[in-house]
């Protein structure tokens, strides 16, 4: 039986970060969340190619009221996911509150309350290792320029293995200042392997960089250190940051990503292997585009969730918020279709500003994006839609004018812009109903459709989608009202749909 091929990317969106444990025949992948709720992702495998969405381990972001609006490069940077003592264990820092860490009997939880394990500022990507053959444990993280004035090198703590406590003040155990050519040193993963301290890490900037490889006899180090990934002549820029796990059958692989712009994250996948003492990755140390399968029993196609019909008001575990929810956003009820409640805001005019946007990652792949939206509100100045989001945005949808009548409408905002601006022609949606459309073709760049019930039609120009800082392309769903008092009503969104764009 012959084994097949993969094309990277296997996950062709947003996961950004990623790390990745086995558990007998399981695999698991954890990644960065910043200011989405909820938060921290949580997928599962059986062969590191097919990979679904099954949860997520963090419900809300602390502190509540400093996330109770977007904060979109903020939150849950780089987490760590590890295995140990029959639990599965995250940790992540946050750059401006400091380390923490959950944990939970099985992967769909319950998880705890997040773990304050070190305070301070810019202290980011940590990794823990439990050295259960002489009941050690440790803790590397980097550092945040942004936020403590350095950057560029690891610190490593001796860790308790209850992982609550650090038992030492932290010593640099890795300085890249020192090491020539090398900056940008960040996002390690820490491992042992035939009695050498492995850590691997990324370095020389998200876009650009490169995959490194340390390796000591002792945690303190001094380490030394290889490239064992990096671009070459590939059209896979900064090929790094990642998670090297292993198979049953003793096979070496390593997940890691590519920033592709409005995109974001996309997570590839990597053979490895082991020459003269130190990893190998890709094809002699640059990516591979198509590659054998690891050698794991063959599994249906899979991908994380994107098509919703939110049965029972209920939307799938593949949407967050930009922020905090509060009760009453969205409404459970017994039929099909999502109903959002049409918050009332002073900010009706920047949905980047607003905490009430429903959104699910941008896909890299040429999609069609399709929802039927009905505005319900009576609420004069009340709309809804449908949003490609970052920096720049761009939306869809419909508006109830001071008369009382419906219109769609096709709003944008530039970035910097603290105004959105008209992207279209107004059109008379008589019914209050609407099929929206955006193709997303190549380079990310949207061609907006929409049908009030007398066919397809074009509307406004091409938009091409922006990422945030850290962060790609988010497609929304909104309903807003503007500020007032009592209810305003709702909208409602039904059979969302991406499929390929032919």
């Not at 010593?171 to 392997?193: C, M, N, Q, S, Y």
């Not at 997940?255 to 020459?275: N, T």
Request: proline residues 9%.
């Amino acid at each position: 039986m012959t084994r097949g091929t993969y094309t990277n990317p296997v996950l062709n969106a947003d996961w950004s970060d990623p790390d990745v444990i086995r558990v007998g025949d399981d695999f698991y992948l954890t990644a960065s969340s910043f200011g989405r709720v909820p938060g921290l992702p949580l997928l599962h495998s059986r062969d590191l190619v097919n990979w679904t969405l099954v949860g997520h381990a963090l419900q809300r972001l602390e502190p509540a009221a400093e996330f109770s609006t977007p904060r979109h490069d903020c939150g849950v940077w780089a987490p760590a996911l590890r295995y140990h003592d029959e639990r599965f264990w995250i940790f992540w820092g946050d750059p401006d509150r400091g380390i923490f860490q959950v944990n939970a009997p099985e992967i769909r939880g319950p998880w705890t309350s997040p773990h304050l394990l070190k305070e301070g500022k810019g202290l980011i990507d940590p990794c823990p290792l439990w050295d259960d053959d002489h009941d050690e444990a440790y803790l590397v993280h980097a550092w945040a320029k942004s936020r403590a004035g350095v950057k560029n090198r690891l610190t490593g703590h001796r860790m308790h293995p209850d992982g609550t406590t650090l038992l030492d003040d932290g010593k640099v155990i890795v300085d890249a200042d020192r090491i020539p050519g090398w900056f940008t040193l960040e996002g390690p993963k820490l491992h042992l392997r035939d009695g050498w301290f492995w850590i691997l890490a990324p370095a020389g900037g998200v876009g650009t960089g490169w995959q490194g490889a340390f390796r000591s006899r002792g945690f303190f180090g001094p380490y030394e250190e290889r490239v064992v990934l990096e671009q070459g002549d590939t059209d896979v820029n900064g090929p790094h940051q990642g998670a090297w796990v292993d198979t049953p059958s003793g096979e070496d692989w390593f997940l890691h990503f590519q920033q592709r712009g409005a995109y974001g994250r996309l997570v590839h996948l990597q053979p490895m292997r082991w020459d003269d003492g130190w990893p190998v990755i890709g094809d002699a140390g640059t990516p591979v585009a198509v590659h054998p399968r690891p050698g794991l029993p063959p599994q249906p196609p899979a991908v994380p969730a994107t098509d919703d019909d939110f049965p029972g008001g209920r939307y799938g575990r593949q949407w967050q918020w930009t922020a905090n929810p509060q009760d009453g956003w969205a409404t459970q009820h017994s039929g099909d279709g999502l109903r959002l409640a049409c918050v009332r805001t002073a900010d009706t005019h920047d949905l980047r500003r607003l905490p009430n946007l429903l959104t699910q990652r941008l896909p890299a792949d040429p999609v069609a994006v399709e929802v039927e939206l009905r505005l319900h509100s009576e609420e004069p100045g009340a709309c809804a839609g449908l949003a490609v989001l970052g920096d720049a945005y761009s939306w869809i949808g419909l508006r109830r004018g001071a008369d009382g009548t419906v219109t769609f409408v096709h709003r944008f905002a530039e970035p910097g812009a603290e105004r959105e601006r008209d992207a279209g022609e107004t059109c008379p949606a008589p019914a209050g109903r609407v099929r929206l459309r955006i193709e997303i073709g190549t380079g990310a760049r949207c061609r907006f459709r929409y049908d009030v019930g007398d066919g397809p039609r074009p509307s406004g120009q091409v938009f091409a989608a922006t990422p945030w800082r850290w962060v790609g392309a988010l497609l929304g769903l909104f309903a807003l009202a503007p500020v007032g008092t009592g209810h305003a009503g709702a909208a409602a969104f039904a059979r969302f749909r991406i499929s390929p764009l032919h």
